[in-house]
């Protein structure tokens, strides 16, 4: 094989070589795969946008999640009489959410719900937005169990997002709200 030739042939192999990566993307494209996203929290297929959802804050103010300053939602939804589990958990939420650091204010903690009560929801109202809503849309992902919650991320144009059942561990919510609030930026 002359010089020519071979050089024709080494052409030819790299433009194969980009061409099969290309094809292969396209078919995967094609088949519908996607790569895993590996989030602790259950996605919610389809999302739902909770922009138009009216939403009162306890102060009488209304709360809107399609947020202009990009800062993500994180709505808890307590089950009936929300006490030393429920407060506990969301204690922990509220931990995750300061070891964001910079970024923690990219991400706003809201409680959809009747207020708890007693000693230990002292200065609870300090960290979470307290509010409440007459909608429906967030009913199926609410706890059911007495002294329980589950939260829902929202993002910044109110589209709710993932959902964490009841039961779930905060610290392992850590990393899909790093993700996100890194995304805001």
Known sequence: ?????????????????FAASMILAAVMMLSGWSPSTHSYGDRIQPERNLAPVPVQRADGQPFAFADHDLAWTLVALPGPDCAVNCLRQLD??????????????????????????????EGFDKVWTLASTSSQALEDLRAKAPDSVSAVLVTPSGKAMLVYPAGFEPTRMRGDLTKAVKVAL
Do not use: C, E, S, W
């Not at 094989?1 to 070589?17: E, G, K, P, T, Y």
């Not at 204010?105 to 929801?121: E, N, S, T």
């Open 1 to 17: 094989m002359d010089l020519r030739n071979r050089r024709r042939l080494q052409l030819l192999l790299i433009v194969a070589i």
């Open 92 to 121: 922990l939420v509220h931990r995750v959410q300061i070891t964001l650091d910079k970024q923690a204010d990219k991400l706003r903690l809201v409680y959809l719900g009747a207020p708890p009560q007693g000693a230990a929801a």
